[in-house]
């Protein structure tokens, strides 16, 4: 949090510096133009590249000069299998412990600039975001005569809709590559579903055995910290 800080500053009194400075000479060239592309990268500590907006992949289309649109999209998957074996009283019980985690995330933006032309780019754009999670576990441990038995079983299905708003500049290094600092805002809806059953068997003797259904909305209003990232036009 410290280092982001500090880059921050430095970013912002580099270009508050560049602005600053009369020049004569014309401004710098860059790849604002209409039929441009770039691929997008957020910059960690400086030297880290990693996924723009929390997308495993962030383009950008110019349809002119002052406007663009930028797609992000995020795939995550995660299964894993696993066998167990606990004590129940003393008592061996095998089992498996089952995991799957699957996410995928969908953004769009429609980016405006300011001032194409200068050598600080200025920005602002707005889009919708929809995102949907599914998420299993699944552990089940029981000894072979079936007298103990302990089982934990979990399914959610959650998706979410909102509406995100960006404000930021951009400076091109080159004429292919510029760095931006980014602020976004956004508002949600989201729905999640959740099924949770609960067994516990002792001396062949039910404990327990639960069978639950929850439901969770939630409306939501959010900022990001400043993001910093590396474009690549082409």
Do not use: C
């Not at 576990?137 to 000894?143: L, Y």
């Amino acid at each position: 949090m410290l280092r982001t800080t500090k880059f921050a500053l430095v970013l912002f009194a580099f270009l508050a510096t560049i602005v600053a400075i009369p020049s004569a000479a014309s401004a710098r060239e860059n790849s604002l133009k209409k039929g441009k592309w770039a691929l997008q990268f957020k910059v960690n500590n400086l030297i880290n590249l990693s996924s723009f907006q929390g997308s495993t992949l962030s383009i950008k289309k110019h349809t002119s000069d002052r406007a663009a649109w930028r797609l992000g999209f995020t795939l995550h998957f995660n299964v894993r299998n696993e066998s167990t074996e606990v004590l129940i009283y003393s008592t061996n019980a095998p089992g498996h412990n089952d995991l799957t985690d699957i996410t995928f995330r969908i953004s769009a933006q429609k980016i405006l600039y300011v001032n194409p032309q200068s050598d600080i780019n200025f920005f602002w754009g707005f889009g919708p975001l929809y995102s949907y999670r599914y998420f299993l576990s699944d552990s089940d441990n029981k000894t072979s005569d079936g007298q103990f038995q302990q089982r934990f079983w979990r399914e959610d299905h959650t998706w979410l809709l909102g509406l995100t708003g960006i404000i930021g500049v951009e400076w091109f290094a080159t004429k292919r590559i510029s760095f931006l600092a980014e602020y976004e805002t956004s508002a949600s809806y989201s729905e999640r579903s959740q099924r949770v059953i609960r067994r516990r068997v002792t001396s062949g003797n039910v404990n327990y055995n639960l069978d639950t259904t929850n439901k969770l909305n939630e409306v939501k209003l959010s900022s990001s910290q400043v993001k910093f990232g590396l474009s690549v036009y082409f």
